[in-house]
């Protein structure tokens, strides 16, 4: 493999890390206790909203 070959993959790993950074795929973590929060908000609404 060649000098220039080499440059080139390494430049091309780092610019794919960065761009994986950039653009995260998973969702924000959310805990259990604030899932609970708000579907207990949610379900509160909707009480709300069929009592008017």
């Known amino acids: 493999m060649n000098r220039q070959k080499k440059l080139q993959q390494l ?10 950074k950039l ?9 259990k206790a604030d899932r609970a929060k708000l579907e207990a908000e949610a379900g509160s609404d909707s009480v709300m909203s069929s009592e008017s």
């Open 11 to 20: 430049f091309k790993e780092k610019a794919k890390k960065a761009s994986a």
């Open 23 to 31: 653009a995260p795929k998973k969702p924000k973590y959310i805990s």
